[in-house]
């Protein structure tokens, strides 16, 4: 095999590079008020907004982000919007057994919700609820699959577990020994005409936006407020809401929580309709394998395959330069890989390949946190699943601010943090270490080492 072609592709994200995308907002500039300041114009910060604004219209709410809107994670996903609030049904049932119950119908409201908006604003982002295909590439993620389907059944979520002759009817890949299927908790959306549509629906709404406008820190006023200082000017706001994902959080107590983690994708030209018919790809869901290190993959509107995961790296001191988006080495090992999932696409011409910095803290799922006499709210800490899940972090973040006592403020998983990470060069050293024993355990069958025996009791089971 020749490999795809991946000579001449594009930095740009596919989903940036649309001719859609909006004019550049001006920044801040001097000194202006607003009652509610929103800091990030990404998925998070976009709803916190939206939701603001359905709850008190005409409250007056102001969107901050350091460049545009969807630049960053909101615009470089894959566009998995999946229903699962802690980062699948294993992680939140090992973390939060009493809850999980809760935490599922939770999520299921929320995707709910995410649609009900689409569909009430009128945003074209390509929102279609085909579910998502987990596949088995190796004998020992059968078993993997199984407890799954148990779990989620018992849950009581659409699971359908599909022996090989199943899952190829689906999707056709000559890798896959079975499969899980589930409907009704996954979309796929295009992220960057979400985030657009969102930020056209606040505006409608009342709301401000100011791109190009980095926040420097925040000043406690008491009783007056907060002062929330950028590079151009100043808001004085009654209350804030932190959305900076994987950014250095203004408020410093954060950062020790969250690590940027690179991700790769890659973009194919359209497909024609001889591919199309090689990979038997009937139903459009989503893909995952379920490797410890994983792929994700799905067609576009257009038909273009999707193809990214595997390869997590993290550069010393939590390195977010521009630099990192791009790795030849990390594209040649999805390129391979690619080719071996769809030997039809061989020789298939890559148009766009990026990388995306996500925000991973140690229990794989958001955290929340409440600071200057409960007028700063923040929310970080998704770990890959925030295209859905952003929504709920919004939400609560409003909950926290208004001081409400209801299910989602009771929540253990909203109550309590995730450990944080050591100080370099400790950070740096564990997180290669977690890295290499997760490729060996994928070499031995799923079995997993010394190394993380020891993560798991201490409750930081990184599986990805």
């Known amino acids: 095999m020749s490999g795809v072609r991946l000579a001449g592709a594009s930095s740009t994200p596919f989903w940036l590079d649309h001719d859609r995308r909006p004019a550049a907002r001006p920044p801040v500039d001097g000194e202006v008020r607003a009652d509610l300041v929103v800091v990030g114009g990404g ?71 995410i649609e009900q908006a689409i569909v009430r604003y009128g945003i074209d982002c390509g929102f279609a609820r085909t579910g998502e295909l987990d596949v088995a590439v190796e004998p020992w993620q059968l078993e993997g699959l199984a407890e799954e389907h148990e779990a989620a059944r018992s849950l009581g979520l659409d699971s359908h577990l599909l022996d090989a002759g199943q899952t190829r009817a689906l999707v056709d890949s000559p890798t896959y020994l079975g499969g899980r299927l589930e409907r009704a908790s996954v979309a796929l959306v295009d992220p960057a005409r979400l985030v657009w549509g969102l930020a056209a629906a606040v505006e409608g709404l009342g709301g401000r936006i100011r791109e190009s406008t980095r926040v420097l820190d925040l000043h406690d006023l008491g009783p007056q407020g907060v002062v929330v200082r950028t590079a151009s000017g100043s808001v004085r706001a009654n209350q804030v809401v932190l959305g900076t994902n994987v950014f250095p959080s203004p408020v410093r107590r954060y950062r020790p929580y969250v690590v940027p983690v690179w991700d790769h994708v890659l973009v194919t030209e359209p497909l024609d309709a001889s591919a199309l018919a090689a990979l038997g790809w009937s139903g459009r869901m989503g893909v995952g394998d379920a490797g410890n290190q994983f792929h994700y993959y799905r067609l576009t509107d257009d038909d273009r395959l999707l193809f990214g995961g595997y390869d997590a790296l993290y550069y010393f001191g939590s390195d977010l330069g521009a630099r990192r988006a791009r790795s030849d080495r990390t594209e040649a090992i999805l390129a391979e890989h690619l080719v071996e999932t769809f030997p039809a696409l061989d020789g298939v011409q890559v148009t766009h390949t990026w990388g995306g910095a996500i925000d991973t803290c140690t229990r794989f799922c958001a955290f929340w946190g409440l600071t200057h006499g409960g007028r700063v709210a923040a929310v970080q800490g998704y770990t890959g699943l925030g295209v859905g899940a952003s929504r709920f972090g919004a939400q609560v973040c409003l909950d926290l601010l208004a001081g409400r006592d209801n299910e989602r403020t009771a929540l253990e998983m909203v109550r309590r943090k995730p450990l944080p990470f050591p100080p370099e060069p400790f950070r740096w050293t564990g997180i290669q270490l977690t890295r290499k024993a997760i490729a060996r355990a994928d070499q031995r069958d799923g079995r997993r080492g010394v190394w993380l025996r020891t993560l798991d009791r201490f409750g930081l089971g990184f599986d990805s």
Do not use: K
């Open 43 to 113: 998925l998070t910060g976009l709803w916190a907004a939206l939701l603001a604004l359905e709850e008190q219209p005409g409250r007056d709410v102001l969107v901050l982000d350091g460049y545009r809107l969807g630049w960053a994670a909101s615009g470089r996903n894959g566009g998995f919007c999946a229903a699962s609030l802690t980062h699948g049904i294993s992680n939140g049932t090992e973390r939060w057994p009493d809850e999980m119950a809760t935490l599922t119908r939770l999520g299921l409201e929320n995707l709910d919700g």
